[in-house]
């Protein structure tokens, strides 16, 4: 018997379309903050988001490390968002499959609670979920330690009682894909929204597979057996592939 998946959904750029306006309403807002608390230049602001974002896999660790910021202060300011609502833009087909889907299914986001529930309910598929698990979830020892955090990964499988080999890391980040493989999840690399870069080096690298993404694909239908609505096999291997369509 095959046994069925616990589905670890990312939100940004994997159930909707962040670049059509949340990154860019991000970055404005994250370097509003940073000029704002640290009382520096945008320069130096945008500066110092780049290095601690190449150093710790986001801006907001290397503000509390290194200045003291409260991690609640800042996740309130930067994610305010007016309209949002309006902006959020999922894809039809996608959106369905949830619905199919069988398994357990978890938002796991670095974003903050009040944010991913505001998308969720504009994309109107909140209550497909068992959970959302938000950076708010992922302190360990008095520390955050969001995606792509080996430990974060380890413990929410512990928490979900369940093996990492039945776990499938839904998302549009390789590093973060990276560190779910290494500790035995499966991994699927959705491209559906990420893929439109603007140069040749972006472009060619959404055209490569990693040993450890399982799957690539622009369509989250792929995470079904076409027409049996069956899920992917999980607990002991999954079949490694590519796929792309509507």
Sequence with gaps: MTARCTWLFDLDDTLHDAGAYVFGALHESMGVFVQRELRITREE??????????????????????????????????????????????????LAVLRRLPGRKLILTNAPRAYALRVLQALGVAQLFDGVITIEDMAMFGHLR????????????????????????????LDHQKS????????????????????????????????????????LNDLLRPGKHQPLRCGKSMKTGESGGV
């Excluded at 490390?65 to 609502?85: N, Q, S």
């Excluded at 499988?157 to 776990?167: D, E, F, G, I, Q």
């Excluded at 290494?182 to 959705?190: F, K, P, Y």
């Design 45 to 94: 602001a945008d500066r110092l988001r780049r290095q601690y974002w190449l150093r710790y896999g986001a801006t907001l660790l290397g503000l509390v490390k290194h200045h003291g910021v409260k991690p609640a202060h800042f996740l309130h300011e930067t994610h305010l968002l007016p309209g949002l609502e309006e902006r959020v833009t999922g894809h039809r087909h996608d």
């Design 146 to 173: 969001p995606k792509p955090d080996a430990r974060m990964f380890r413990a929410l499988a512990a928490r979900l009682r369940v093996p990492p080999s039945r776990c499938v890391l839904v998302e549009d980040t």
């Design 180 to 219: 779910a493989r290494s500790i035995g999840m499966h991994t699927v690399w959705m491209q559906r929204f990420g893929r439109r870069s603007p140069t040749r080096a972006q472009r060619q690298r959404w055209s490569r597979q990693p040993a450890y993404v399982q799957l690539k694909t622009s369509r």
